[in-house]
């Protein structure tokens, strides 16, 4: 089978396999459709030695099931799946209640990331790691399990905050981003303020159902506080989806006292929590400061049924399997809209 491997740190390849075989409990899936994702930049970026090499990457899989292993049953060849990315322990405290994004025994890994990913025409997954998406699209199934997932996660861990009348600024109107607008208008009466520096992305955000949109530069606290009052008010949620300097510099200062700020994005600002001479204010008293991490099955399932129901879609570009580096190097440049997705 055709593949798409990381062969050495910063080297991704085109390669040719033998196609896997489902072991017992596993089932081999024929690809439908991979996302291509910020975090896999991250991976490509990693010293050696951080993840295995060679790798197939690929960690937002949809497929058909080709073939069922030992000891698998509810699955059968031909149903229509995407792939829960994150492999657990399954029996630590955090598994057992279904967060294994926080597994506290397995270190942060999954298909993809610590086994073969899906930019392949073929990849094995526990059986365990499939939910059903009927005739969902796969080029949309496959967003929704890390780009779809991930702000709904985040949007999960701020729900007792995100009352009606509130406001919720969302940073970032990319991959996540986009979806991030859409999950808030299906899921809550919050006025949404959406904050990027592209013009075409804050169109995006406005198509979306996003209330005001601001465009970030210098101004950018300056707008938004006119839009949600002075300190010590303020948005009582921030979703930051870039995470650099500048990001977090107008989170925290656009929060509300009491708030929650959510560091999604990886792009390696700092944010400080203790008052640092000379930089701008520090987060607000009483405010929540939490780092999610993509989310659980459980949430997946629901992500899935809200782009079943035609309120969650993803913006997507897509790419067939040997143009699969080039979508990468446009991610790199910020030149995707939306996901990129590529299709075996
Ligand atoms: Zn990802
Ligand atoms: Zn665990």
Same mark, same amino acid.
């Given at each position: 089978?055709?593949?798409?491997?990381?062969?050495?740190?910063? *080297?991704?390849?085109?390669?040719?396999?033998?196609?896997?075989?489902?072991?017992?409990?596993?089932?081999?899936?024929?690809?439908?459709?991979?996302?291509? +994702?910020?975090? @896999?930049?991250?991976?490509?970026?990693?010293?050696?030695?951080?993840?295995?090499?060679?790798?197939?990457?690929?960690?937002?899989?949809?497929?058909?099931?080709?073939?069922?292993?030992?000891?698998?049953?509810?699955?059968?060849?031909?149903?229509? =799946?995407?792939?829960?990315?994150?492999?657990?322990? !399954?029996?630590?405290? %955090?598994?057992?209640?279904? &967060?294994?994004?926080? +597994?506290?025994?397995?270190? $942060?890994?999954?298909?993809?990331?610590?086994?073969?990913?899906?930019?392949?025409?073929?990849?094995?997954?526990?059986?365990?790691?499939?939910?059903?998406? !009927?005739?969902?699209?796969?080029?949309?199934?496959?967003?929704?399990?890390?780009?779809?997932? =991930?702000?709904?996660?985040?949007?999960?861990?701020?729900?007792?905050?995100?009352?009606?009348?509130?406001?919720?600024?969302?940073?970032?109107?990319?991959?996540?981003?986009?979806?991030? *607008?859409?999950? &808030?208008?299906?899921?809550?009466?919050?006025?949404?303020?959406?904050?990027?520096?592209?013009?075409?992305?804050?169109?995006?955000?406005?198509?979306?159902?996003?209330?005001? *949109?601001?465009?970030?530069?210098? @101004?950018?606290?300056?707008?938004?506080?006119?839009?949600?009052?002075?300190?010590?008010?303020?948005?009582?949620?921030?979703? @930051?989806?870039?995470?650099? @300097?500048?990001?977090?510099?107008?989170?925290?200062?656009? $929060?509300?006292?009491?708030?929650? &700020?959510?560091?999604?994005?990886? %792009?390696?600002?700092?944010?400080?929590?203790?008052?640092?001479?000379?930089?701008?204010?520090?987060?607000?008293?009483?405010?929540?400061?939490?780092?999610?991490?993509?989310?659980?099955?459980?949430?997946?399932?629901?992500?899935?049924? &809200?782009?079943?129901?035609?309120?969650?879609?993803?913006?997507?570009?897509?790419?067939?399997?040997?143009? %699969?580096?080039?979508?990468?190097?446009?991610?790199?440049?910020?030149?995707?809209?939306?996901?990129?997705?590529?299709?075996?």
């Amino acid at each position: 089978m055709r593949a798409v491997r990381m062969t050495a740190p910063g *080297v991704l390849e085109q390669a040719e396999l033998p196609t896997p075989a489902a072991g017992p409990g596993e089932v081999l899936l024929r690809v439908g459709a991979v996302g291509a +994702c910020h975090s @896999d930049l991250h991976i490509l970026d990693a010293p050696a030695g951080i993840f295995p090499i060679p790798l197939t990457l690929g960690h937002e899989i949809a497929g058909i099931v080709d073939q069922v292993g030992p000891g698998v049953s509810g699955w059968s060849p031909g149903d229509r =799946t995407a792939v829960y990315g994150i492999i657990g322990c !399954g029996h630590c405290r %955090a598994c057992l209640r279904g &967060l294994e994004n926080q +597994c506290r025994v397995v270190p $942060v890994g999954g298909i993809g990331l610590s086994r073969d990913g899906g930019l392949a025409e073929y990849v094995v997954v526990p059986a365990s790691r499939l939910l059903h998406v !009927g005739d969902l699209d796969l080029s949309q199934a496959a967003p929704l399990t890390d780009a779809g997932l =991930t702000p709904y996660h985040a949007i999960e861990l701020a729900r007792p905050k995100l009352r009606p009348g509130t406001a919720c600024v969302v940073i970032g109107i990319g991959g996540l981003g986009h979806m991030a *607008v859409q999950i &808030l208008v299906a899921t809550t009466a919050v006025r949404i303020i959406a904050v990027d520096t592209s013009v075409a992305a804050l169109e995006l955000a406005s198509r979306l159902g996003a209330h005001e *949109v601001v465009q970030a530069g210098p @101004d950018a606290v300056e707008q938004i506080r006119a839009l949600v009052g002075p300190p010590p008010d303020g948005a009582d949620v921030v979703l @930051d989806f870039v995470g650099a @300097d500048p990001t977090l510099i107008t989170a925290r200062q656009v $929060v509300a006292t009491g708030g929650k &700020l959510l560091l999604v994005g990886l %792009a390696g600002g700092t944010l400080p929590v203790r008052p640092v001479a000379d930089e701008p204010p520090t987060v607000p008293l009483e405010t929540g400061v939490v780092v999610p991490f993509w989310g659980t099955r459980a949430e997946l399932q629901e992500v899935i049924a &809200l782009g079943q129901v035609g309120q969650l879609h993803a913006d997507v570009q897509t790419f067939p399997l040997e143009r %699969a580096p080039e979508a990468y190097e446009a991610l790199r440049r910020g030149e995707i809209h939306g996901r990129a997705v590529i299709m075996p």
